[in-house]
């Protein structure tokens, strides 16, 4: 399954324009991130692929075919999503929260439960929490219940918005190696806005990185852009310039020693 | 406070029970003008209220075309009613019915617009069609403020009840009725009690009710 979007844009009713003319194509079983402060039209772009956005020019196309000529809610039921903060149903328990698609689509309750049991202990959290209610879980466990939903209807395609933005970094960071390993057994095709660039950088194949008004500023892997930002937003936005970006080699008893700009040594060179 | 005594000593006379003029008959009668016009004005405004709710639209018309109704004196419309359609039970239906309407419209959008956004909206994002949002997700979680709503209206309409029996001769008002007309103060004063007793009694069902549509959902973590 690969995602294409073709020249679209997004103006508003009142005039504001959050995307013009955005191009970009997502291999199948690869990640886009889409990056930018607020306002880059970022979760715009990504609510287009499951019709939660329509864009008012040019088209998206899952798998070669116009979004727009597919059933709203079957196309929205074929694809996982993770909101910002969760968004699980506050009144249901856990275990239904994770069958709601399945259950949606028909599948008998009892056998979606099962199932979803067996996906909350995929993503790390204990099945016996299942009974209970999202407002019992932490922050950062209400955000695997709710990856767990996103995969619980077999989808090919994920969109993610901001799904670690909630939580503090060092849950984050679990989040992410979570994610990286689930990737990597599941090779989902995947859309994931974030303003953090280095959370763009460690989970996405390839980064687009967004100005407002949805222009891109640059499109390329993380190495790319790394190496060769392509202006001044570009490097200021990735922070070329601060001290953990410019790494150089020390030698310390024939060792090469990895130092940051300000000196402080950050690994050794193999 | 002898009036009292005579009041309550009028409600436990064997007498006034039974029978078509009875206080038991009367009490039933009552309760069922109350449930009739609540009935009926719920589904008019339950709908309504979801739909704005739910949409969004047309949210400032309608609120001001109730509050418009509400404004309306319920004794000056029953008296206009009662001239149009005459003696019975229709007039103070209809009259009940505008009371109740505004109180179930409020609590219905306002249950609706209530519920979580963040949860609406993934719940849309997921594949949720626009009816399964309205009865699985928006209609549970403002179920409180929905009976909130039916209580209040509910409230206003035992009370106000008690007019029906100015145009037929209907429910507890007969008592205050007839009670002012031939001097029968303990009379009087038994309806009135019995009102306020069947009024408190109601309440106190439908707050019961409403704390059972409250589930687990915003229980602190354990």
Redesign the interface.
Same mark, same amino acid.
């Given at each position: 399954m690969g995602i294409e979007f073709r020249d679209v844009g997004k103006t508003y009713p009142d005039g504001t324009v959050a995307v013009t003319g955005f191009s970009c194509t997502v291999p199948s079983h690869r990640t886009l991130a889409l990056v930018g402060t607020s306002g880059s039209g970022k979760t715009t772009l990504m609510?287009m692929v499951?019709r939660?956005v329509e864009p008012t020019t040019g088209s998206v196309l899952i798998d070669g075919r116009d979004v727009r000529e597919l059933d709203k809610?079957?196309? !929205?039921?074929?694809i996982g999503?993770v909101?910002?903060?969760?968004?699980?149903?506050?009144?249901r328990r856990v275990v239904d929260n994770v069958a709601?698609?399945p259950v949606?689509t028909g599948t008998p309750r009892r056998a979606a439960r099962d199932a979803a049991l067996a996906l909350l202990e995929r993503v790390g959290i204990d099945p016996a929490l299942g009974r209970r209610?999202p407002?019992?879980?932490?922050g950062g466990q209400q955000q695997r219940v709710?990856v767990a !939903?996103?995969l619980a209807a077999e989808p090919n395609i994920l969109?993610m918005d901001e799904p670690f933005g909630a939580v503090d970094p060092i849950v984050r960071r679990g989040l992410q190696d979570q994610l990286l390993q689930l990737q990597a057994e599941l090779g989902k095709t995947i859309v994931l806005v974030t303003h953090d660039i280095d959370e763009a950088f460690r989970l996405g194949d390839e980064v687009v990185i967004l100005r407002t008004g949805g222009i891109v500023a640059q499109t390329g892997t993380p190495k790319e852009i790394v190496a060769a930002p392509a202006d001044e937003f570009v490097r200021d936005f990735i922070g070329a310039d601060r001290a953990e970006r410019a790494l150089r080699t020390v030698d310390v008893d024939g060792r090469s020693v990895v130092v940051d700009g300000d000196g402080r040594p950050v690994g050794v060179l193999e | 406070m002898n009036l009292f005594g005579d009041a309550l000593a009028w409600i436990t006379d064997g007498a006034h029970w039974g029978g078509p003029g009875g206080i038991d008959h009367r009490v039933v009668q009552h309760l069922l003008v109350t449930f009739a016009a609540v009935a009926l004005a719920a589904v008019l405004a339950l709908p309504l209220g979801i739909l704005i709710g739910h949409t969004g639209r047309g949210r400032l018309v309608v609120v001001a075309l109730a509050g418009a109704v509400r404004a309306v004196p319920t004794l000056g419309l029953l008296t206009l009613l009662g001239l149009a359609l005459g003696i019975g039970i229709q007039a103070p239906l209809i009259a009940l019915v505008a009371l109740a309407f505004p109180s179930l419209l409020a609590g219905a959008y306002a249950g609706i617009e209530a519920a979580d956004r963040g949860a609406v909206d993934a719940a849309r994002a997921v594949g949720m069609s626009e009816w399964q949002l309205v009865t699985r997700v928006e209609i549970p979680l403002g179920a409180d403020v929905i009976l909130g709503g039916i209580r209040a209206a509910t409230l206003q309409v035992v009370a106000t009840a008690t007019l029906a029996a100015y145009i037929s001769d209907t429910g507890l008002g007969r008592y205050l009725f007839s009670g002012l007309k031939s001097r029968q103060y303990d009379q009087m004063l038994a309806g009135a009690l019995l009102v306020a007793a069947l009024a408190l009694v109601l309440d106190l069902t439908m707050a019961a009710l409403q704390r059972a549509s409250r589930p687990t959902t915003r229980k602190v973590p354990s």
């Open positions: 609510r499951n939660m809610v079957a196309l !929205r039921r074929s999503y909101p910002q903060a969760g968004g699980l149903l506050p009144h709601t698609v949606l209610y407002a019992q879980l932490s709710a !939903r996103a969109l | -």
